[in-house]
């Protein structure tokens, strides 16, 4: 078992009754609402073969989906409300895996937008998607990371879903759109990755980038790439996951170098150190990583963790002081693995119970 997973897991065998990130389930009036931005998206390729997804109403007649949806196809179809509609216009940003459609006599809601850079680690998030081309579906969870890439921050998940479910919402507590479902990696159930809203509002008013529907040149998605073309965060998840710590070490050195400014790039070091036991070393990596970086709530999390686990306790508590001015859901839970009174009391619900995730 990963070391943070172990650590916090074991921090919290005698608080099991308090929850670190709680939220209500969406009232029947609410997902409806939510819901009606949804669409089923059905794109058939010259030979006929259909590919599906879901898309999400974004302004009058507008869709937003997953270019690895719709990329192979010479029709493209909207299905709302039992009723089909062909989208006639696709533009296109393929590196970021985001295809607008212009679907002509849709009256789908539009989704309020928000914006993922007002996220935080621990948030409760909601994904609706229609998985295997089913019914629409819910699922919810809290976010676990956020990545800061091209602009803007790709929204990492514990929000589950399966295929038929790319191009679908994550919507934030208060039911704003602030991500597009769009992969997962292989051997991994916790984490689900939503690209976000702001890489689409420009291309969403660019109307001269609009072309009639039609396969897609080959350009991968940043997600797709060969492991060694991916960005830093997405190599450093996969090395986490496959339990190569020597490997994430070093890649966090080049990261580092790359980008000097990157205090996740110190974030996955002391991850890597700490699965090799090095703490102390590990503890300097996530004290860097907050020097970088001051309101990173996520690193102020492992270092608290950290610290708690070496005896620090001075530290552990400027952590969660700190915390508490920064995020209540993390405060919560170095609160709970610290056993010590949660600086914000919420009713236990083991669904959103998801520190040892974080």
Same mark, same amino acid.
């Given at each position: 078992m990963p070391f943070f997973v172990f650590l916090s897991t074991f921090l919290c065998v005698n608080a099991v009754a308090v929850v670190a990130?709680?939220?209500?389930?969406?009232?029947?009036?609410?997902?409806?609402?939510?819901?009606?931005?949804?669409?089923? =998206?059905?794109?058939?390729d010259?030979?006929?073969?259909?590919?599906?997804?879901?898309?999400?109403?974004?302004?009058?007649?507008?869709?937003?989906?997953?270019?690895?949806? @719709?990329r192979r196809a010479q029709t493209i179809r909207a299905y709302y409300r039992g009723r089909g509609f062909t989208a006639t216009t696709q533009s296109a940003d393929t590196e970021h895996d985001i295809c607008i459609l212009s679907v002509p006599a849709l009256n789908a809601q539009p989704a309020q937008l928000g914006s993922s850079q007002r996220l935080h680690e621990g948030e409760p998030v909601w994904a609706?998607?229609?998985?295997?081309?089913?019914?629409?579906?819910?699922?919810?969870?809290?976010?676990?990371?956020?990545?800061?890439?091209?602009?803007?921050?790709?929204?990492? @998940?514990? @929000?589950?879903?399966?295929? *038929?479910?790319? *191009?679908?919402?994550?919507f934030n507590e208060?039911?704003?759109?602030?991500?597009?479902?769009?992969?997962?990696?292989?051997?991994?159930?916790?984490?689900? /990755?939503?690209?976000?809203?702001?890489?689409?509002?420009a291309q969403l008013a660019n109307h001269g980038t609009y072309r009639n =529907?039609?396969?897609?040149?080959? @350009?991968?998605?940043?997600?797709?790439?060969?492991?060694?073309?991916?960005? /830093?965060?997405?190599?450093?998840?996969?090395?986490?996951?496959?339990?190569?710590?020597?490997?994430?070490?070093?890649?966090?050195?080049?990261?580092?170098?790359?980008d000097i400014s990157s205090a996740e790039a110190w974030l996955f070091r002391g991850k890597g150190l700490a699965e090799r036991r090095d703490l102390a070393? #590990?503890?300097? #990596?996530?004290?860097?990583?907050?020097?970088?970086?001051?309101v990173y709530s996520a690193a102020w999390l492992q270092l608290g963790r950290l610290s708690a686990?070496?005896?620090?306790?001075?530290?552990?508590?400027?952590?969660?002081?700190?915390?508490?001015?920064?995020?209540?859901?993390?405060?919560?839970?170095?609160?709970?693995?610290m056993h010590i009174s949660s600086p914000d009391p919420a009713p236990y619900d083991p669904s959103f119970d998801a520190c040892p995730a974080i």
């Open positions: 990130a709680t939220a209500a389930q969406p009232d029947v009036a609410e997902l409806k609402r939510l819901s009606q931005s949804l669409v089923k =998206v059905e794109a058939i010259d030979d006929e073969r259909l590919w599906l997804g879901t898309g999400v109403t974004v302004a009058p007649e507008r869709i937003v989906t997953n270019c690895h949806v @719709t609706l998607g229609h998985e295997r081309g089913l019914s629409l579906q819910m699922r919810g969870g809290v976010v676990r990371a956020l990545h800061s890439y091209d602009g803007s921050q790709v929204v990492e @998940t514990t @929000t589950a879903f399966t295929s *038929g479910a790319s *191009g679908g919402a994550l208060i039911g704003e759109l602030v991500g597009i479902l769009t992969y997962r990696l292989r051997g991994d159930s916790r984490s689900y /990755f939503a690209i976000p809203v702001e890489w689409f509002r =529907v039609a396969p897609l040149d080959g @350009t991968l998605a940043f997600w797709e790439r060969p492991s060694a073309q991916l960005p /830093f965060f997405l190599r450093a998840h996969q090395l986490e996951t496959g339990g190569d710590w020597n490997g994430l070490i070093d890649l966090a050195e080049e990261w580092s170098q790359a070393s #590990a503890r300097q #990596a996530l004290q860097r990583a907050v020097a970088l970086d001051p686990h070496q005896g620090a306790h001075e530290e552990a508590k400027d952590a969660l002081a700190t915390l508490i001015l920064l995020n209540r859901a993390l405060a919560r839970c170095l609160a709970i693995e």
